[in-house]
T-cell receptor
Framework: SQQGEEDPQALSIQEGENATMNCSYK?????LQWYRQNSGRGLVHLIL?????REKHSGRLRVTLDTSKKSSSLLITASRAADTASYFC?????????????FGKGTTLSVSS | NAGVTQTPKFQVLKTGQSMTLQCAQD?????MYWYRQDPGMGLRLIYY???????DKGEVPNGYNVSRLNKREFSLRLESAAPSQTSVYFC?????????????FGSGTRLTVV
């Protein structure tokens, strides 16, 4: 069952531009996480935001969380070609899934130079 | 390097054959997970082990079995492979509850069943 759903499915931008991708989820959560997956590789954990936080930064990444709208956004500023990857949000469905995360289908970001 | 190691990286099976996918982590993590990734479907949870000695079914457990051999190792077995099991399989681990710490993923096993 899909908990998080990313939007858009695909995004193409130029180097130096900002990239914004969104995640909507269905049930209450404890935390929300974002992951990156480069082509042919495993996922890499980027950032975790707790349900009582509204915004979090890590380098060029900015994540926001709006629990009233059940949505989160990931902003990558000053994008680089190396940011080309798929990005996934993941949640825990408020504990109903035990200790396992449920992933969305991802946003594919392409950054061209 | 510390992390999650999956073997093999690639495998081709004939329908009906069996195989075991191996996963080992050296980070002293408590919880381990198996996901499959199919185009357009994202990652779907097959089985997980919240701690040594326990295993639980995920969203798509049919056709699979798992063994938490010890704290380090968590294997996934396909008893009678089917073409529908063609996928990329990822193992992941986490220190405690995934919701609090996030996952460390292996590099995946790309399985083709013909």
């Amino acid at each position: 069952s899909q908990q998080g759903e990313e939007d858009p499915q695909a995004l193409s931008i130029q180097e130096g531009e900002n990239a914004t991708m969104n995640c909507s989820y269905k049930t209450s959560i404890n935390n929300l996480q974002w992951y990156r997956q480069n082509s042919g590789r495993g996922l890499v954990h980027l950032i975790l935001i707790r349900s009582n936080e509204r915004e979090k930064h890590s380098g060029r990444l900015r994540v926001t969380l709006d629990t009233s709208k059940k949505s989160s956004s990931l902003l990558i500023t000053a994008s680089r070609a190396a940011d080309t990857a798929s990005y996934f949000c993941a949640t825990d469905a408020g504990g109903q899934a035990g200790t396992a995360l449920i992933f969305g289908k991802g946003t594919t970001l392409s950054v061209s130079s | 390097n510390a992390g999650v190691t999956q073997t093999p990286k690639f495998q081709v099976l004939k329908t009906g054959q069996s195989m075991t996918l191996q996963c080992a982590q050296d980070m002293n993590h408590n919880s381990m997970y198996w996901y499959r990734q199919d185009p357009g479907m994202g990652l779907r949870l097959i089985y997980y082990s919240a701690s040594e000695g326990t295993t639980d079914k995920g969203e798509v457990p049919n056709g699979y079995n798992v063994s938490r051999l010890n704290k380090r190792e968590f294997s996934l077995r396909l008893e009678s492979a089917a073409p529908s099991q063609t996928s990329v399989y990822f193992c992941a681990s986490t220190k405690g509850r995934a919701v609090n710490y996030g996952y460390t993923f292996g590099s995946g096993t790309r399985l083709t069943v013909v």
